[in-house]
């Protein structure tokens, strides 16, 4: 993907197929299904990657911490990416690219039989389809090291997680390290340096503009939850009116 073309996507935390497969006919780029903070179990995964099978939506898997087990699990599954948060180094970027790809590349351990192989009716050895690997910078540490992150060969986007770092910054024991604005341009000029994607989540549409603006190309804008809530507020507010 040319990191200057704007990509669009929203997070899935309901864990719902039939929201997953809306979403995609719907036209977003791509879709980021959470196991970190969603309400989904692990075992539900497979469903939703079903309802995407075969359309050009991207299904990334948000993992709640790098460990390649679950890395692995997921795109065996058929995820056409991976988002692992609170990377603050490059050599956790390292470890985290190894664990998603097959040797000699990486560590990956290999089976004919999974779904992303067709259960070995599609396997082929002559090449494989990389992973998309979404890096999230979401404290100072993953800031100041945003350079060495994004240098990592297979790192493919580093992505802002707005609330922890913003939480990380007001909240860091060395004090005033820095601003919320500074940082964001530190991930941007990083990304660009190295030919990455920058991508950030934002809140509401408003915040499109705004952060491809500032040169963001890999945009999240809300989650299925809080669309849910807000479209159910405005029902109730507009009956309780009358």
Same mark, same amino acid.
């Given at each position: *993907?040319?990191?200057?073309? @704007?990509?669009?996507?929203?997070? @899935?935390?309901?864990?719902?197929?039939?929201?997953?497969?809306?979403?995609? /006919?719907?036209?977003? $780029?791509?879709?980021?299904?959470?196991?970190?903070?969603?309400?989904?179990?692990?075992?539900?995964?497979?469903?939703? @990657?079903?309802?995407?099978?075969?359309?050009?939506?991207?299904? %990334?898997?948000?993992?709640?911490?790098?460990?390649?087990?679950?890395?692995?699990? %997921? /795109?065996?599954?058929?995820?056409?990416?991976? *988002? %692992?948060?609170?990377?603050?180094?490059?050599?956790?970027?390292? &470890?985290?690219?190894?664990?998603?790809? !097959?040797?000699?590349?990486?560590?990956?351990? /290999?089976?004919?039989?999974?779904?992303?192989?067709? !259960?070995?009716?599609? !396997?082929?050895?002559?090449?494989?389809?990389?992973?998309?690997?979404?890096?999230?910078?979401?404290?100072? &540490?993953? %800031?100041?090291?945003?350079?060495?992150?994004?240098?990592?060969?297979?790192? $493919?986007?580093?992505?802002?997680?707005?609330?922890?770092?913003?939480?990380?910054? &007001?909240?860091?024991?060395?004090?005033?390290?820095?601003?919320?604005?500074?940082?964001?341009?530190?991930?941007?000029?990083?990304?660009?340096?190295?030919?990455?994607?920058?991508?950030?989540?934002?809140?509401?549409?408003?915040?499109?503009?705004?952060?491809?603006?500032?040169?963001?190309? &890999?945009?999240?804008?809300?989650?299925?939850?809080?669309?849910?809530?807000?479209? !159910?507020?405005?029902?109730?507010?507009?009956?309780?009116?009358?």
């Amino acid at each position: *993907m040319n990191a200057s073309h @704007l990509q669009l996507g929203t997070w @899935l935390s309901t864990g719902s197929p039939a929201i997953a497969e809306l979403a995609a /006919l719907c036209g977003f $780029d791509w879709l980021l299904l959470d196991l970190e903070h969603g309400c989904e179990p692990e075992a539900a995964l497979p469903n939703q @990657l079903r309802a995407l099978g075969g359309r050009s939506t991207r299904p %990334v898997v948000r993992v709640g911490a790098p460990h390649p087990d679950l890395i692995a699990r %997921v /795109l065996d599954w058929g995820a056409g990416g991976i *988002m %692992v948060p609170h990377v603050e180094s490059a050599a956790t970027a390292r &470890e985290i690219v190894s664990a998603a790809y !097959y040797a000699p590349r990486g560590r990956r351990g /290999l089976s004919r039989t999974v779904r992303t192989h067709g !259960y070995g009716l599609s !396997y082929s050895s002559d090449g494989e389809a990389a992973p998309r690997i979404l890096a999230q910078i979401e404290s100072f &540490e993953g %800031v100041k090291n945003v350079d060495a992150i994004a240098a990592v060969e297979g790192i $493919d986007v580093l992505f802002v997680g707005p609330a922890d770092l913003r939480h990380d910054l &007001e909240h860091h024991p060395e004090g005033d390290v820095a601003s919320f604005d500074t940082c964001l341009d530190a991930v941007v000029s990083a990304a660009r340096k190295h030919g990455k994607a920058a991508g950030i989540l934002c809140r509401d549409v408003d915040g499109i503009g705004t952060f491809a603006a500032r040169g963001f190309r &890999e945009i999240a804008v809300e989650s299925d939850l809080a669309i849910l809530r807000q479209a !159910y507020q405005r029902i109730l507010n507009a009956g309780r009116t009358l």
